[in-house]
C-alpha cells in the first residue's frame, strides 16, 4: 500500500538508526554481553552475594515507601490545583515540576543540608529523636523528592476531565463526600494513578545523584544497587558491576513493561474517541 | 435559596478545602520550596564577595566550560537527531516503527549508573573497542567525548518525544500538498512542517539542555574526575562539597539552580503556546511526563 509522497525517508531513518545503534543500543548490548560473559555460576555468586542483596532490599524497601508517599501527597497536590482556585495556584502549578528540572547532584546536597542534625530541618527532628541524614529515611526522602512530578502530571489531565455529573449522581443518591471520593472519583484516577506509581517507583529504582549524599552509604543499611555498582567499578571490579548493572536494567526492563501495560490502560481509560 | 449556578462538588466544604490547601502549600513549602531556598542562603552565607570569588575559581570556570561545552555539542546532535526521528515515525509507514519508538524511549527507564557502566564496556580498556581505541592513540573515556557520549545516551529521547505525538497529530496532509505543489523536502520542512512545531521543538531543547547540563549518574562513571580536567559542573559540586567546602560547592549549585528556575520558566512560558500539552495518543502508549531532567 505504502504510497510514498513524501521525500526523506532514507535520509531521516537512516540518522534515527545509527544514532539509536550508537548511542542507545550499542552501549547495552556490551553491557549485556559483559555481564552475559561471565557465565551462569559466577554471576549468580555476584548478583546474590549478601551485600547484593542487602542492597536490592534496601533499594526496593526505599522506592517503595517513597512511592506510597509520593501517591497521598502527589494526588493531594493534583487534587488542590486541579479543583481548587486560590492565589499562586499557577505557581504551585509550575513548581511541580522542579524535581525534574533541578540536577539531582544539587538536589542531593540541598537535601542533605536541610536534613542534617544541624540543618533547617534535621535540627527539630533531631530533637525529637528521628534522625534523617545517613539513614533510610533519607533514601526515602531523596526518592521522593526526586520522583514526585510523575503522580502529579499522570494524575491532573485525569482529573481535570471528570465528569461532574457523575459525582452529581451519587449526592442524589444519597452517598457521602467520602463514598463518592472512593467509589465513583478514585476508580476513574486508578489507572493514571497506577501508571503514575509505576513511573514513580522505577524512577526511584534507578536514582543516584539525590540518594548518595544523603544515604551515608553504609553497606548492608543505607547503601543502594546503583551505588554498589558504582563502588565494584572504582574497585576495577568490572565483573562485579556489570553483573549488577545487568540487574539494574532487567528491573528496568520489567518496570517499562508494566509501566506501557498500565499506560495502554490508562489511555483506553481517558482517550476519548 | 442559595444562588449557585451548580451544587458544590465534594471537596468544595469551605473548612475541608482550606485545610488541604494549607496542607498541601505547606508541603510544598517544606519539599520544594526548602532545597532551592537552601541552595541560595548557603551559597551566599558568606556573602556575595565571597559568592564572587567563589565563582570565579580556575578549577569552577573550568567546570562551567566543560558542562557548557558539553550541552554545545550533545544539544544540537540530539535535536537533529530527534527532528530526524520524528520526521521519519510520524511521515511515513514502516514496519518496526513501534519497536524502534520504544528503543528510543529506553534511556528514560535506565538508570543513570547502568548507562554509565554499559559506556564503560564500550570504549573502556575492558570494553569492546577498548584495545583498538588505546592502540590508535583515541580518548573517548574520561575526557570530552566519552561525556557528550553519556549525555546523548540520556537525553535521547527528549526532543523526540516531544514532536512525535505532535506531528503525529498534525499528519501528512500539508507536506504531502507542498511536495505535490513542487517544494522540495527541505523547503516542505522549513516552510510548512517547522512554523507549527516550533513551540515543541524549542521546548525539547530546552528540557534536553537541562539535562544534559545537570547529568551527574552516567557522567560520573565516564569522566573519570580528573579536577580541572574532565569535571563537569555537577561533578565539580560533589568534589567541593566532599571537600567541605560547602559554600563553594553551593555556590556552583546555585547556578545549576538557577538553570533550572530558568528552564521552568520557559517551559511554563511555551506550554502557554501549546508544546508539551500533546502527548503520545496512542502509538506507543509509553511513559507521558518522564522527562522534565531528571531521570
Redesign the interface.
Known sequence: M?R??????P???G???V??AI??????G??I??AASLGPEDYWRIVSSERAVASYRITILCALAATLFNLV?GL??A??IV??R?P?R?F?D??????????????G???T??FASN???GAPLAAIGIKVAYTPLGIIIAM???S???IV??VQPVLEELD?AL??AG?TLGAS?ME??LRV?LPQLAPALL?GLS?SF??S?????AII?IAGNQPFETEIT??L??IR?EEYD?PA??AI?SV??IA??T??AV??LL??RA?RYT?KG | MAKTRRPPRIGDAPVFRNTMIAVVLALVALIIIAPLAVIGYEAFSKGIAYFGKTIANSDTRHAILMTAMTALIAVPINTAFGVAAAWAITKFDFPGRRLLLIVIEIPFSVSPIVAGVAYLFVYGLQGLFGEALQSADVKILFALPGIVLASMFVTAPFVARELIPLMQAQGRDLEEAATSLGASGWRTFFFVTLPNIKWALLYGVILCNSRVMGEFGAVSVVSGNIRGQTNTLPLHIELLYHDYNAVGAFAAASILAALAVVTLIAKVALERRGAGRVRRPSLAGTAPDISETTP
Do not use: H
Open positions: 505504502a510514498r509522497i513524501l521525500p526523506g525517508l535520509l531521516t531513518l540518522i534515527t538508526l544514532y539509536v548511542i542507545v543500543v550499542l552501549p547495552l556490551a553491557l554481553f559483559k501527597f493531594a497536590l487534587w488542590v479543583r481548587y486560590f499562586g499557577r504551585v509550575a513548581l511541580v515540576d522542579l524535581p525534574f528540572a533541578l540536577p539531582t547532584a544539587v538536589a546536597i540541598a537535601l543540608t536541610l540543618g533547617w530541618f521522593a523528592f526526586t514526585l512530578p510523575f502530571r499522570t461532574p459525582e452529581e449526592q463526600d463518592i471520593f472519583i501508571a513511573l522505577a524512577r529504582l534507578g536514582e543516584f545523584g549524599f546503583a551505588l555498582a558504582f567499578l568490572y558491576s556489570a548493572a539494574m536494567l528496568a526492563f518496570m517499562l509501566t506501557n499506560q495502554a489511555l482517550v
